[in-house]
Every structure is written in structure tokens, then in C-alpha cells.
């Protein structure tokens, strides 16, 4: 089936309510484009889950901080349009960034604690632009669900916070990370790796492989667990660490001691990449 494409926020609101009227369940995947098997895999679960599946595809300046990739992010809509219609999504709701942040625009949503950790102390102000524009996207495309991936772990859980906490009818769906099959975790901006950068990139994954082995092995400290990411990602010439931290799982707060349920997250720019990835220190 052919994806319809919508750029008009009107319009879209227009489709959504009109299937929501029928009876049919609406499901949002949020991307920024440059769309890949991790995209995909979110919305298969939400055609799995609805009658009308919508992916958004914008490239939100509102989240991007002075100096970061927003002009170079990589950007390829009939590469997206061939994977969202084989990934069997409805509609994509492609708006332009004028028509999302007009002139005098300025309603913005803070989700306060969670944001201040991890991605939020290295980016100031991402979060805000997050959830501000999956507000506005909630809005537009009036969405039963919401389907996002836990490679952006901390973005996750400040989305669930900010749909609790203002009280919007709209269930989130965390879905696993997928990985290529050496471990490197799919995220668009792969794409700026060099082939060197690109295995360098390993060490992300094999420090929390790291990890998880040591804590497998009854390690609960969290210096020694830590120092286990840490002494691999260094051995990478590469790589400058940004964040390697053990928290919470739920309040992202530091943990004295580390269970199964504790997060692992790092973040490592390796050249100009800034990457991360995550996971819990019980998983296989
Ligand atoms: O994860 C992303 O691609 C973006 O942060 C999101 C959720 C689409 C908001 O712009």
C-alpha cells in the first residue's frame, strides 16, 4: 500500500480525528528521518497494535543545542517513504519547521528532574525540545499510542514522566534496542561514522557487554562496574568519553549499590559522533 504523505498540521489532525471518530486506534512512531531497522521495528509493533499507524519524520531544531549537528543531520525522505511503506505505516506526517515553530511561537514543556542527568547535563535544553515537540506532535496526530525505542533511554523515560504528569491520553511503548549484528547499536547518525570510526564505535557496546559479564560474575560495586565500561572504551584511541554512569532505572537517580535492574548508560563521541547506548546490568 502507497504511504500518504501529509505536511500540513491541520490536515493531519484532520485524518487523525477523522479515523479516531471510526473507531480506529492510532498509532504515532516520532522519528527525525534517515529512517533504519530500529525505526522499523518500532513501527511494526504499532501497525501490530493499531488500524491507522502514523510516523512523523522532522528534523526538530528546538532539540539540537549551538554547535550540534542540526544543518549535517542526515536527511533522506524517499529513503524513508520506501522503509515506512514496507514497514506497512499509513501515513507519514512530514511538516516543515516554520509551520511547527512559527514566528511568536513560545509554549514550551520542561520535564524538570529526570532531565537533569546524563544526556541532559551534556545537552542543555534537548529535552525541552523533545518534549515540547512530542507534545505538540501528541496534539496534532491524536495518537492512542506512542511507540519509542530505549537506545534513547533517557528520553524515554522523560516522555512517560511528561505523559503521567500532564495527563495525556496516550499510551507509551518502549521497544528494545536493535543492534547490528556486531552490537553497534542503530541510530541515524552511524551514518557519520568513517569505517575506522565505525569499529572503534564497538567499544560502546563491549564496555556494557563488559559489564554486565563482571556484574554476571556477583560484581555489585558500582566503581568496579563502572571501571570495567571505562578500561575498555579507553583502550579505544578514538574515543572521549562524555558520561559512563550506573542509575536508577526508573528515577535515573545514582545507585549505592547495583541489582539486575540498574541502568548502564554511556555516552562516547567518537570523532565528531556523539553516541550512546544503554542497558540493564541483569540482561542476557
Ligand atoms: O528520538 C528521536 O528521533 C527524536 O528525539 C524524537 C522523539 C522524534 C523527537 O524529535
Same mark, same amino acid.
Given at each position: 500500500?502507497?504511504?500518504?504523505?501529509?505536511? $500540513?498540521?491541520?490536515?493531519?489532525?484532520?485524518?487523525?480525528? $477523522?479515523?479516531?471518530?471510526?473507531?480506529?486506534?492510532?498509532?504515532?512512531?516520532?522519528?527525525?528521518?534517515?529512517?533504519?531497522?530500529?525505526?522499523?521495528?518500532?513501527?511494526?509493533?504499532g501497525?501490530r497494535?493499531s488500524? +491507522?499507524?502514523?510516523?512523523?519524520?522532522?528534523? $526538530?531544531? &528546538?532539540?539540537f543545542?549551538?554547535?550540534?549537528?542540526?544543518?549535517k543531520?542526515?536527511?533522506?525522505?524517499? #529513503?524513508?517513504?520506501?522503509?515506512?511503506?514496507?514497514?506497512?505505516?499509513?501515513?507519514?506526517?512530514?511538516?516543515?519547521?516554520?509551520?511547527?515553530?512559527? &514566528?511568536?511561537?513560545?509554549?514550551?514543556?520542561?520535564?524538570?528532574?529526570?532531565?537533569?542527568?546524563? !544526556?541532559?547535563?551534556?545537552?542543555?535544553?534537548?529535552?525541552? #525540545?523533545? %518534549?515540547?515537540?512530542? !507534545?505538540? +506532535?501528541?496534539?496534532?496526530?491524536?495518537?492512542?499510542?506512542?511507540?519509542?525505542?530505549?537506545?534513547?533511554?533517557?528520553?524515554?523515560?522523560?516522555?512517560?514522566?511528561?505523559?503521567?504528569d500532564?495527563n495525556?491520553?496516550?499510551?507509551?511503548? #518502549?521497544?528494545?534496542?536493535?543492534?547490528?549484528?556486531?552490537?553497534?547499536?542503530?541510530?541515524s547518525?552511524?551514518?557519520?561514522?568513517?569505517?575506522?570510526?565505525?569499529?572503534?564505535?564497538? !567499544?560502546?557496546?563491549?564496555?556494557?557487554? &563488559?559489564?554486565?559479564?563482571?556484574?554476571?560474575?556477583?560484581?555489585h560495586?558500582?566503581?568496579? +562496574?563502572?571501571?570495567?565500561?571505562?578500561?575498555?572504551?579507553?583502550?579505544?584511541?578514538?574515543?572521549?568519553?562524555?558520561?559512563?554512569?550506573?542509575?536508577?532505572?526508573? %528515577?535515573?537517580?545514582?545507585?549505592?549499590?547495583?541489582?539486575?535492574?540498574?541502568?548502564?548508560?554511556?555516552?562516547?563521541?567518537?570523532?565528531? %559522533?556523539?553516541?550512546?547506548?544503554?542497558?540493564?546490568?541483569?540482561?542476557?
Amino acid at each position: 500500500m502507497a504511504v500518504t504523505v501529509i505536511e $500540513n498540521s491541520s490536515d493531519m489532525q484532520r485524518y487523525a480525528l $477523522n479515523a479516531r471518530h471510526e473507531g480506529r486506534t492510532v498509532a504515532l512512531v516520532p522519528t527525525m528521518g534517515y529512517l533504519h531497522a530500529g525505526h522499523a521495528s518500532l513501527m511494526a509493533e504499532g501497525r501490530r497494535r493499531s488500524e +491507522l499507524l502514523v510516523a512523523s519524520i522532522f528534523v $526538530n531544531p &528546538a532539540q539540537f543545542g549551538v554547535g550540534e549537528d542540526f544543518e549535517k543531520y542526515p536527511r533522506d525522505m524517499e #529513503g524513508d517513504i520506501r522503509i515506512a511503506a514496507a514497514a506497512g505505516v499509513d501515513v507519514i506526517f512530514a511538516p516543515a519547521a516554520a509551520a511547527m515553530y512559527p &514566528a511568536g511561537y513560545q509554549t514550551y514543556v520542561d520535564v524538570e528532574r529526570l532531565t537533569l542527568p546524563l !544526556c541532559g547535563a551534556s545537552r542543555p535544553g534537548h529535552f525541552r #525540545g523533545v %518534549t515540547t515537540v512530542v !507534545c505538540k +506532535l501528541f496534539g496534532i496526530v491524536q495518537p492512542h499510542l506512542a511507540l519509542f525505542g530505549r537506545k534513547d533511554y533517557q528520553q524515554l523515560a522523560v516522555i512517560r514522566q511528561m505523559t503521567a504528569d500532564l495527563n495525556m491520553p496516550v499510551e507509551i511503548i #518502549g521497544m528494545p534496542i536493535v543492534r547490528e549484528a556486531d552490537g553497534l547499536a542503530m541510530s541515524s547518525r552511524n551514518a557519520y561514522l568513517s569505517a575506522a570510526e565505525r569499529q572503534s564505535a564497538l !567499544c560502546l557496546c563491549r564496555g556494557l557487554a &563488559a559489564a554486565r559479564a563482571l556484574f554476571a560474575r556477583g560484581e555489585h560495586a558500582v566503581t568496579e +562496574l563502572v571501571h570495567a565500561i571505562s578500561s575498555v572504551i579507553a583502550a579505544e584511541e578514538a574515543a572521549v568519553v562524555d558520561y559512563i554512569e550506573l542509575r536508577d532505572q526508573l %528515577t535515573l537517580e545514582p545507585v549505592s549499590q547495583a541489582d539486575g535492574s540498574t541502568l548502564a548508560a554511556v555516552a562516547v563521541r567518537i570523532g565528531k %559522533t556523539r553516541l550512546i547506548d544503554n542497558c540493564l546490568l541483569g540482561e542476557e
